[in-house]
């Protein structure tokens, strides 16, 4: 289906963040949007404001009229929804024209310049800080982000004359294969989604795949020093990136007293003077990608100051709540060992001397069967460590899996404790805290504002 034919746009799994900032895209162009998401959620009812109607029953009966007639309606689902969801098998059976969400994706990259992130970890960040540095250069574009950037307030941005698209390309089901990139960085492939890919190297080999997407004169940034090989046409250019090495690097790193600066080296042009506006040590390396991307996609060195220093991050990603000489509260979205690794290694360098805490939930069953040694190993940099149960998402348990695993292998040293999450509330305000990190993809950051709220009211 032609995207000039599609009248009405109907998605299964609507609330997913992915997900919405499609449903968004095509509000925005006068489409009819409806869906269905199993419970609700912050987003789902932004979504209901913003003009989509959702519904939360799995039934045929709730699907509007309007997305009914096979003709001119689009179904959009994401992966996580099973093929035996009423909904969906209705529409399969009445042949309508259905897609996963990256499949629409893949469609816009057909039709503008897809500036795509891939990588196990960092992809979120990455993206939104090339889009803030776009959206406000003279090129402006289009976006579909992971995360909420905070910039912004949403997942999404419209551009009506820019022929860019930024896109964060997910390795899940190997959602990003769907693609065709003009330029992608690839932050990282450290294997995850064994439960998809089965090894590391059908992992690995999923990323080599991916570089072959890219379309002739266009470029691939890497990250240094990754295992997975590059497959790209012989006209689109590669380059390497890192903090401190590559083409693109940084130079001159200066950290003190909230404050980061640093200068931008480039095969193109050297940028000096870069200071975060969202200043976390790991920020820096995920800034050189960032602007690597947009300085090829044609941004002056001014824009890139500009866009770097205006930036503030994503929620949920190294997300300061409270931060003040009596406490200081954050949550992060980190659910991958390497990603808890680069969380802790940044809080623990910005915090030398004072307690940390991390309250971390798990995600999935299969993630901890897999590398419950690895979150062990990360999360032992810090000084007390609180485990939830394992949020189970899309899977049924696996027997002798749980967060025990992980409490068994945490360092000598780390003060550890299991607590329910339904006691976690409890928990922080009869406990004592330096700084609180709140760690996980789960249903845990539900309990963020009013683990603020107590934290406030305790330490005023």
């Known amino acids: 289906m032609e995207l000039k034919d599609i009248k009405s746009i109907y998605f299964i799994g609507a609330g997913g963040i992915g997900m919405s900032a499609i449903a968004r895209y095509f509000m925005k162009k006068g489409k009819e949007v409806a869906g269905y998401d199993k419970t609700p959620s912050n987003l789902t009812r932004q979504l209901e404001q913003e003009g989509m109607n959702i519904h939360y029953d799995e039934n045929i009966d709730s699907i509007p009229q309007t997305c009914k007639n096979k003709e001119n309606t689009l179904v959009v689902y994401t992966p996580a929804i099973p093929e035996s969801h009423k909904e969906l098998a209705y529409f399969r059976q009445e042949g309508f024209d259905i897609e996963k969400r990256a499949q629409v994706l893949g469609m816009l990259t057909r039709t503008h310049k897809g500036l795509c992130f891939a990588g196990t970890h960092g992809k979120t960040t990455t993206s ?24 912004y307030s949403t997942n999404y941005i419209l551009s009506e004359d820019s022929d860019y698209v930024v896109i964060e390309a997910d390795e899940f089901d190997r959602s990003f294969h769907q693609l065709r990139p003009w330029m992608s960085v690839i932050t990282s492939t ?4 064994l439960d998809i890919y089965g090894t590391k190297e059908a992992y690995l080999e999923s990323f080599r795949h991916y570089t072959t997407l890219i379309q002739p004169g266009g470029a691939l940034i890497v990250h240094k020093g990754l295992e997975m090989k590059a497959d790209v046409d012989k006209d689109v250019k590669t380059y390497e990136y ?9 130079e001159n790193i200066k950290i003190g007293n909230g404050k980061i600066t640093f200068d931008f080296i480039s095969p193109i042009e050297n940028v000096t003077d870069i200071e975060l506006g969202h200043p976390i040590p790991i920020n820096i390396e995920n800034g050189v990608a960032a602007m690597a991307m947009a300085q090829l996609a044609g941004c002056t060195a001014e824009e890139l ?20 000489e009596n406490i200081v509260f954050l949550s992060d979205y980190a659910h991958h ?17 004072k307690k940390i805490t991390a309250i971390f939930q798990p995600h999935l069953y299969t993630r901890t069967r ?8 990360s999360l032992s940099l810090l000084d007390r460590v609180v485990l939830c149960d394992i949020y189970p998402a ?8 749980s967060s025990q695993l992980i409490l068994d292998n945490l360092k000598p040293g780390v003060e550890k404790r299991l607590v329910k999450k339904e006691d976690i509330l409890d928990f922080v305000a009869t406990d004592n805290f330096e700084v609180l990190l709140v760690l996980g993809a789960g249903d845990l950051d539900n309990y963020v504002p009013q683990i603020a709220e107590i934290l406030l009211n ?3």
Do not use: W
Request: overall charge positive; proline content about 4%; hydrophobic content about 30%.
């Open 394 to 401: 899309r899977e049924e348990p696996i027997p002798g899996v």
């Open 370 to 377: 897999d590398f419950y040694k690895d979150f062990a190993d």
């Open 242 to 250: 890192a903090l401190d090495e590559g083409d693109f690097h940084a």
């Open 190 to 193: 450290d294997p995850d989604h």
């Open 128 to 151: 939104t800080m090339c889009a803030h540095i776009m959206h406000q250069s003279k090129h402006d574009c289009n976006a579909f982000l992971g995360g909420i950037s905070k910039n």
């Open 305 to 324: 100051r500009n866009g770097m220093k205006t930036y503030r991050g994503v929620d949920r990603r190294f997300d300061f709540k409270i931060n003040n």
């Open 458 to 460: 305790k330490y005023k």
């Open 337 to 353: 060992p390497k990603e808890i690794y680069q969380s802790a290694k940044s809080i623990r360098e910005l915090y030398k001397n």
